[in-house]
Nanobody
């Protein structure tokens, strides 16, 4: 089992920045892709950004140029730097980790962007 703990969420004004962190612990081996999803009230959960074990990244169109995903394999951590935040970025953000055939999810961290 892998446990994921997110941190770094909060309340920020539009145009501001936040950095989310996610730490993986437990039975850590063969960690593959790591990523961030988000879910706003009354909306489906959507992929925000993803990074493979080799460092290849992909982003949702809505965050390209504003968000940057990175990972520290030595520390089993993944980060999401969010700049130029918009009210529509308000959501709960979830960290995910793929290990072999399993996908693990964190408990989520709330990001609220005020206009």
């Amino acid at each position: 089992q892998v446990q994921l703990v997110e941190s770094g969420g909060g309340l920020v004004q539009a145009g501001g920045s936040l950095r989310l962190s996610c730490a993986a612990s437990g039975s850590i081996f063969s960690i593959g892709a790591m990523g961030w999803y988000r879910q706003a009230p009354w909306k489906q959960r959507e992929l925000v950004a993803r990074i493979t074990s080799g460092g290849t990244t992909n982003y949702a169109d809505s965050v390209k140029g504003r968000f940057t995903i990175s990972r520290d394999n030595a520390k089993n951590k993944v980060y999401l730097q969010m700049n130029s935040l918009k009210p529509e970025d308000t959501a709960s953000y979830y960290c995910t980790v793929v290990q072999v055939l399993n996908t693990y999810w964190g408990q989520g961290t709330q990001v609220t962007v005020s206009s």
